[in-house]
């Protein structure tokens, strides 16, 4: 063994949650070692949401080229460069790594070395030529693309999204297996820069999500091209680039599929397997390590956060981890971790979004609850832009206290975030009703939404002979 190394904590994985609490660890103070054999920022920057959503702003750009026309705007059929949509892909990701790069880590004191971690002991990490003691260890190793056992496809050529965003040329049939978000994100971007897509799901697409909104997202989806056959479960899989075949099966029925490219897209799986969890004795499983509210594994000077760790897989996740982390490993506080309010959003378009407790899990939850409704046709922005397919469902206790909101229409995810605060602080309807909000804005229909919890009171006959009465008295 080569060079031993003494540290305050060790962090295994640069992803977004390992470099979130390695930068916030060394600027309060701690002695940060980081392991890091692939791309530093990890998933997120390098295979996920980064390069998705630029595929998806090139793919939105060339859709409103070809719906210019609604609003009397004529416009040719958009000329789509496959190579130039890859380089803005690669560029943006360009533009962001500097601030998730090992240069800048370095400079701000966190010693940086470029191996794969494994456990060698309960605080002991080997990495390369150098085994790191560490008082804390943080694991941060994210997850990648599951692959499903599916007959015939280790012999078949196929994307996962650590590999599509390096396809610079034109794909004519794109067969995408898995109607989840990244599927279908994926599936809208390519019909939208010119491809044939057909997405083959074993169960319902968006099957996590409201069926009330879910279907307004499907639908879009239909409507733009894209075949989805759901309730299809796949049997084999066949062919080369450019004639690829899926033999399938749905309600006892043979379907075969065929197209140009294909496109596992059927989750994730923690990256957790090469990491010697046994010899720190850590107990993991299928979907990812157990956990406590602090972020602690089952060897408590180790803590597992983002997609290693049971739960959430998402970016935004992994930093909320990070902080939990850095509270309680620095200053020793009893931080636990709260995922009442937690949001997510699918970024097809129109989007889906969600914050805290759906229709069916509020009311396992609280029994009775209210559920308010607004729809975007009724919102003078929605109908000024033209997009109006969409609605939001919020939630409530009987008392009116907020738990959940979920949302489908345009900037869904952005207009979601209003309800994170109400949910999160267990806050009363009654608190977003009186807002003043700026007028015409699609983030009136959060005030609408609200403001319908009191109309069968506010209009009722009780009121009305409420008022007859008091203007009576002059």
């Known amino acids: 063994m080569g060079e031993r190394i003494e540290t305050d904590v060790c962090v295994v994985g640069a992803g977004s949650g390992g470099l979130s609490f390695a930068a916030g660890a060394v600027q309060m103070g701690a002695d940060v070692v980081l392991l890091e054999k692939g791309e530093m920022g990890g998933d997120c920057l390098n ?74 002991g309960h605080r002991t990490v080997v990495a390369g030529d150098h085994e790191i003691y560490a008082k804390r260890i943080i694991i941060s190793t994210g997850s990648v693309p599951a692959v499903p056992p599916i007959t015939g496809l280790d012999a078949v050529p196929f994307f996962t999204n650590e590999t599509i965003f390096d396809h610079g040329e034109p794909i004519e049939h794109l067969l995408v297996i898995g109607g989840g978000p990244i599927g279908l994100e994926l599936a809208q971007a390519h019909r939208r820069l010119g491809a044939k897509v057909t997405v083959i799901e074993g169960l319902k697409a968006l099957g996590n999500d409201d069926p009330d909104l879910a279907i307004v997202v499907k639908d879009r989806l239909v409507s733009e091209g894209i075949d989805i056959h759901e309730g299809a479960l796949v049997q084999s899989i066949s062919g080369d680039v450019g004639s690829i075949a899926i033999e399938a099966e749905r309600d006892g029925e043979a379907l075969k599929l065929e197209g140009s490219h294909l496109l596992i897209a059927v989750g994730r ?20 390590i157990p956990v406590n509210a602090r972020m602690q594994t089952s060897n408590k000077r180790v803590f597992a956060i983002g997609d290693a760790a049971e739960g959430y897989n998402f970016t935004h996740i992994a930093g909320y981890h ?131 919890y009191y109309t069968p009171s506010l209009f009722s006959e009780r009121t009305r002979k409420i008022v007859r009465f008091l203007l009576s008295l002059g």
Request: charged content about 25%.
């Open 47 to 120: 295979y996920g949401c980064v390069p998705s959503k630029a595929l998806i702003a090139a793919g939105h750009a060339a859709y409103a080229v070809r719906s210019a026309k609604r609003f009397g705007v004529e416009a040719a059929e958009p000329t789509i460069d496959h190579e130039k949509v890859r380089a803005h892909v690669k560029g943006v990701i360009a533009d962001i790594a500097p601030h998730d790069s090992q240069e800048r880590f370095e400079e701000l004191g966190v010693k940086v070395i470029r191996e794969h971690g494994r456990f060698s």
């Open 269 to 288: 799986t923690p990256n957790i397997s090469d990491l010697n969890l046994e010899a720190a004795d850590i107990e993991s499983g299928s979907d990812g």
């Open 322 to 452: 990070a902080g939990i982390a850095i509270r309680n490993i620095l200053f020793r506080l009893p931080a636990k971790s709260d995922y009442t309010a937690v949001p997510w959003v699918t970024y097809t378009s129109p989007e889906l979004a969600q914050v805290g407790l759906g229709e069916e899990a509020a009311r396992q939850q609280y029994g009775d609850v209210n559920v308010l409704g607004a729809k975007f046709a009724d919102n003078d922005r929605a109908r000024a832009e033209a997009e109006t397919d969409g609605m939001l469902k919020v939630i409530t206790t009987s008392k009116g206290v907020v738990v959940g909101a979920s949302m489908v229409g345009e900037k869904a995810g952005e207009i979601i975030q209003s309800w994170c605060l109400p949910i999160a602080k267990k806050m009363k309807i009654k608190d977003v009703a009186g807002l003043i909000l700026p007028y015409p804005t699609l983030g009136e229909i959060n005030k609408r939404a609200a403001g319908s």
